[in-house]
Each structure stands twice: as structure tokens, then as C-alpha cells.
């Protein structure tokens, strides 16, 4: 999916190196996502420039505070300098105040965007991508991939507009004090950095294992806690304490090993700094005595050259920001550009249907990459009737189901609604004339009106009300506290299994689509909830083209056409009383149901 080799990390260099694909990558990130804030920045850059020349002016004014104030001795420089400097400290501290927030301002803009986009694509993927993607990927993609874009873009922005700039102004101050002790001090510049470089090197290996161990704790983590009922009642909570432990473990060795190594720079780039003051101490103490130059110039120097460290270590530093950002950018636009296989035809029309017929003709599918799961089905379910299928558990019929409303795209075959291809309908007007009840009921985090309305958000009180009472809701929904604003948690476990089946039946209810998809829950309830389901259900298929996926009995007796799956066919269909008398299949299928129920 991602192509590591766009990006080459040269291990020496100081500046980004970049290969012609990962210009593509900045050139397509800056048009998309940092363009439109180019105001913003512009606005930033100015005190950024305003930002650097006061550093720049801190290192100038050593040179006249000592020559003239200090050992010169002019009183009356005293106020006037004095003044000058608090002048460039405030300056310098509303500036660097300003781009800090304007460039904080933008980044996070940036993120939002780009969270923006990516959820947009991502909820209209098709549902393959999802079985084929680890939802804990896709959320690393969210979070963890636009900070890192975010710290890149800003890094790079910032670098450029103002270390770089800070450091020319300190550079030509330097020059401008004393040029031969420059060109030392620039020679000595680039060993240090180098050598810092190679650390850094070392540094990423390290850092990039103890990111796939972080990836592995969120894994486990969701895992032992989402999962947690399951955790309890297999007893693995010491087996999970266990697991959790060794990444523990891992990380904390990996991060160690960083910091050792991260840690071994200080020592390095001080003893230099060392070296270089010392050289700088010899050459330019001879230059005064001498009377060559003079300490307020030398100091000046100093100033300059070590108020330099930080722009230069932040460039230094920046290759490694901006080729993580770049791999992240990469990982991005990956996604970004797979486009879902299931589109509108672009001369789709809207599905306009009032009492359909759906023909199912010689279907087959598969899964990707699996075995076939429909070999060739056809059947027909006549406008305003009810057509269940039954069948052993991994017969198909859920895949059958899951192809009208194009969740998936036939390999062969076709699916009509009024003799007319599916995929000549646009997917809204296709899907808006389904309403689904799946056979995982989905409860969302919210409170139950808008779980009832979900797939109406627009309804009135009066139509939810209705709705639910037509699912055998209303009833239980009033004895809870807080009536229709009761929030049900996460998958609705404050909900019991069959009030959750009735909270997605009034969902459909709602909806009021001329087309019902049920899959029926195998759960089985208990008697009192299973007839009111079963209730619901009956006065929800009314008049609906129904097609159902049927595990109760009463459904399936009461359906005017039943078909019998059998590992991805159809093998029998007819009446109840008709297939009863063929004593074949699904005589046995039915014998079986009773014995259960009985
Ligand atoms: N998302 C998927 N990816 C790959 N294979 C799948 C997927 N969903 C189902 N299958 C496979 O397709 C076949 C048919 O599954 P399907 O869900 O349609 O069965 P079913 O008849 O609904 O069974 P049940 O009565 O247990 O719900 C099975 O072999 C199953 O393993
Ligand atoms: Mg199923």
C-alpha cells in the first residue's frame, strides 16, 4: 500500500534530501492543505523576519554596552542603551509571541482539515476496506499520522521563515565583527552537526521500533478493555496482565536505548562548543591586546555565535521531522486516493420506487479473495411481499442481503428492482428505499431519540413517538428515567438484547422505505421479548417488499415465499405447506427449528 523506498533518509546530511516522489508529496500537501492558509503564514513570516532581527540586534548592541558603556565609560549612553535593549527583548518577545500563535493557529487548522478529508473518505469506503483495514490503523491515521504532518509542516515553515533567517542575521553579525574568526566558527559549525546527524540516524531505528510497540499496546489495550466481558469470563485477566507487561517491557527498553543514545549528543556538542569558545578566547584575546580589535566587538561575536546553536540545531533536526512527516503524508494520501468500487454510474438515475419487485438473477459473489459465497442464485420477490430465506449458518443468506443495497458489488449475475439493474440507480436513492435491520443490531453512544431517528434525523417527535411505539418501544423507553433522552453507552449495553433489536426495528419504522431488509437476529430471546419482536416485526413487513433472513419460526411460516440456502445455493423453495410435503431439505431444517423451540 505505502512505498517506503519514495523516501530516502540521507543519514549526513543536515538539510531534507528529498527524491523526486517525495516532491510530489510536498508539492500536493502544500497545494491541498497549507495553501489556503498562506495569509495566516504571510502574517507569521513577518514576525518571524521581525523575530530574527532582533536576535540579530541583541548580539550588535554587546559591542557598544561594552566598548562605550562599559569600558568607555560614557554616562550618557547609559539610559539610552539601556532603553534600546529592554526595546529588542519586547520586540523580540512580542514577535516570536505572535508567529508562535499565527503558526499554532495554522497547524492545527491544518489537522483539522486533514482529519476532515480523511473521515469524509473514509465513511464513504466501501465495506471490503473495511474488513480488509484494522479500524486501530485507520484511528492511528487520525491521530498519530496529522500530528506528525502538522509538527513537519510547521517545522519546515518555521525553519525556513525563521532559523534560517535568525541565522543569517547572526552570520552576517558575526562576519560584520570579525570575518577570520567567522570562517572558523563556520568550518567548526558542520563537523559537530555531522557527527549529531549520525546519532540521529541511529536514533530513528530505535524510535521506529518503539512506535510499532506503542501501536501494539493501543492493540492490546482496546482489546483487554473493550473486550473486557470477555476478558472476565474466559478468566484471562492474568494472561492480558501478562501480554500488556511485555510491550510495557519492550517500550520501556526501546525508549531507554533512545535516550542513552539521544543522551551521548550533550556531551559531544558541548566539548565542541568548548573547543570553539577556547579558540575564539586564544584568537580574539590576542587581537585585543594586540589592538587589533576590541572586547565589545569579541563579545558581540560570542553572542552571536552562541545564539546561533539553537536555529542551527533546529535545522539540523528538521530532515528527521520532515522525512517522518513525509512517510506520514505518504501513508495519507494512500489512503486518500483509494477510491471505493462501488460509485454512482455516471448516468445513474434516482430509484423512485413505490411497490417494487427485486429479481435476483444467477448471482454469484465471493469475499475477496475467499470461496464463493453465492454460486449462482436467482429468485424473485414479488411488490409488496415477503421472501425468506433460510439455511444453515454460513449458507449465504446474510451475503445475499448485503449485496441489495449494494454494500457489495455482484462478480456475476445481476440484481434488479422493477426489471431495472441496481447499479444503474444512484447509491442514495438505492439505499434511501431499504431500510435494513441487521442481524448485529448497532446501538450508537447517543441517547435513544436520535438512535431512533438515525436514519431520519429530520423526524418529529410525534413520528419517533409513533415509530416506536409501532416497535413495542415506547412502553420500556418511558420506565427509563430520562424517557427518550436515556443515553444506552457504547453498543448499547445499558439496553437488553431484544430492546435493542426493538430500538433498531423502530429505525426501520421510521424510515418507512417501501423495501425491508431483515436479518434476524440468532440470538434468541426470551419468550416475552421474542413475541414482541416478533410483533414488531409483522407490522413492519405490512405492504413492504420484504426480504428476510429468517431464524424464528413464525417468520418463517408467515413469509409467502421461502427459499432454502445451502452453501451458497439455492436448493429448495416454495410455500411452508408445499415444502413440508416435499420432505426434503427443509422439512428437516424445520423439524430441527421445532425441536429447539420446543
Ligand atoms: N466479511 C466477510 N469476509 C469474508 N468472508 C465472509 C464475510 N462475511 C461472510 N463471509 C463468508 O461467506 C459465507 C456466507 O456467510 P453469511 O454471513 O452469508 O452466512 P449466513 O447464511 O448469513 O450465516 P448465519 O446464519 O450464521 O448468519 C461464509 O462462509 C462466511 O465465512
Ligand atoms: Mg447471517
Not at 159 to 181: A, E, R, S
Not at 260 to 288: C, D, F, N, W
Not at 382 to 408: D, E, I
Amino acid at each position: 500500500m505505502s512505498h517506503p523506498a519514495a523516501i530516502k533518509p540521507d543519514p549526513v546530511s543536515l538539510m531534507p534530501v528529498f527524491t523526486p516522489s517525495s516532491w510530489v508529496l510536498i508539492k500536493r500537501i502544500g497545494r491541498e492543505f497549507v495553501r489556503p492558509h498562506v495569509g495566516i503564514f504571510s502574517l507569521a513570516l513577518v514576525m518571524m523576519l521581525v523575530s530574527a532581527l532582533m536576535t540579530g540586534a541583541m548580539a550588535k548592541m554587546m559591542e557598544p554596552v561594552i566598548d562605550r558603556v562599559f569600558t568607555g565609560g560614557e554616562r550618557a549612553l547609559l539610559v539610552p542603551v539601556a532603553i534600546a535593549v529592554f526595546a529588542v527583548f519586547t520586540v523580540r518577545g512580542l514577535a516570536t509571541y505572535g508567529h508562535t500563535l499565527l503558526m499554532s493557529k495554522m497547524g492545527q487548522l491544518i489537522v483539522g482539515n486533514i482529519q476532515r478529508r480523511l473521515f469524509t473518505h473514509l465513511v464513504y469506503c466501501d465495506l471490503a476496506f473495511f474488513h480488509a483495514e484494522q479500524s486501530g490503523r485507520l484511528i492511528s491515521r487520525f491521530v498519530t499520522d496529522t500530528a506528525l504532518i502538522r509538527q513537519g509542516v510547521m517545522e519546515t515553515l518555521t525553519g525556513f521563515g525563521k532559523n534560517f533567517f535568525t541565522l543569517i542575521v547572526l552570520i552576517g553579525v558575526m562576519f560584520y565583527q570579525d570575518f577570520k574568526l567567522s570562517l572558523i566558527a563556520i568550518f567548526v559549525f558542520p563537523v559537530a552537526g555531522i557527527m549529531v546527524a549520525r546519532l540521529s540516524k541511529k536514533l530513528r531505528r530505535v524510535s521506529k521500533a518503539a512506535q510499532i510497540e506503542n501501536g501494539e499496546l493501543t492493540a492490546v489495550l482496546s482489546q483487554a478493555l473493550q473486550g473486557n466481558k470477555h476478558v472476565k469470563s474466559y478468566g484471562m485477566e492474568a494472561y492480558e496482565e501478562k501480554r500488556i507487561s511485555g510491550v510495557i517491557d519492550r517500550i520501556f527498553q526501546l525508549m531507554y536505548k533512545s535516550f542513552k543514545v539521544s543522551g551521548r549528543a550533550m556531551p559531544l556538542s558541548e566539548m565542541l562548543s568548548g573547543i570553539t569558545i577556547v579558540a575564539i578566547i586564544v584568537y580574539g584575546g590576542h587581537q585585543i591586546i594586540s589592538g587589533e580589535s576590541t572586547a565589545g566587538k569579541l563579545f558581540s561575536f560570542i553572542t552571536a555565535f552562541m545564539l546561533a546553536y539553537e536555529p542551527m540545531k533546529r535545522l539540523a533536526r528538521l530532515n528527521n521531522i520532515v522525512q517522518m512527516a513525509l512517510a506520514a503524508v505518504e501513508r495519507m494520501y494512500s489512503l486518500l486516493d483509494q477510491k471505493p468500487a462501488i460509485q454512482n454510474k455516471s448516468d445513474a438515475v434516482e430509484l423512485v420506487a413505490v411497490n417494487p419487485v427485486i429479481g435476483i438473477e444467477n448471482v454469484t459473489f465471493a469475499y475477496h479473495e475467499g470461496p464463493a459465497a453465492l454460486r449462482g442464485v436467482s429468485l424473485e420477490v414479488p411488490a409488496g411481499k415477503t421472501v425468506a430465506l433460510v439455511g444453515a449458518s454460513g449458507s449465504g443468506k446474510s451475503t445475499l442481503l448485503n449485496l441489495l443495497p449494494r454494500f457489495y458489488d455482484v462478480d456475476s449475475g445481476r440484481i434488479t428492482i422493477d426489471g431495472r439493474d441496481i447499479r444503474d440507480f444512484t447509491l442514495t436513492s438505492l439505499r434511501s428505499n431499504m431500510a435494513f435491520v441487521s442481524q448485529e443490531v448497532a446501538i450508537f453512544n447517543d441517547s435513544l431519540r436520535e438512535n431512533i431517528a438515525y436514519g431520519k434525523p429530520n423526524a418529529s417527535e410525534e413520528e419517533i413517538i409513533a415509530a416506536a411505539k409501532a416497535a413495542a418501544a415506547h412502553d420500556f423507553i418511558m420506565e427509563l428515567p430520562q424517557g427518550y433522552d436515556t443515553f444506552v453507552g457504547e453498543n448499547g449495553v445499558k439496553l437488553s438484547g431484544g430492546q435493542r433489536q426493538r430500538i433498531s426495528i423502530a429505525r426501520a419504522f421510521l424510515r418507512d422505505a417501501p423495501i425491508l431488509l431483515l436479518d434476524e437476529a440468532t440470538s434468541a430471546l426470551d419468550g416475552q421479548s421474542e413475541r414482541l419482536v416478533q410483533q414488531a416485526i409483522e407490522r413492519l413487513q405490512a405492504d413492504k417488499t420484504t426480504v428476510v433472513v429468517a431464524h424464528r419460526l413464525s417468520t418463517i411460516i408467515n413469509a409467502d415465499i421461502i427459499y432454502v440456502l445451502d452453501a451458497g445455493l439455492v436448493i429448495e423453495q416454495g410455500r411452508h405447506d408445499d415444502l413440508i410435503a416435499r420432505n426434503g431439505a427443509y422439512a428437516r431444517l424445520y423439524g430441527e427449528l421445532l425441536r429447539e423451540s420446543a
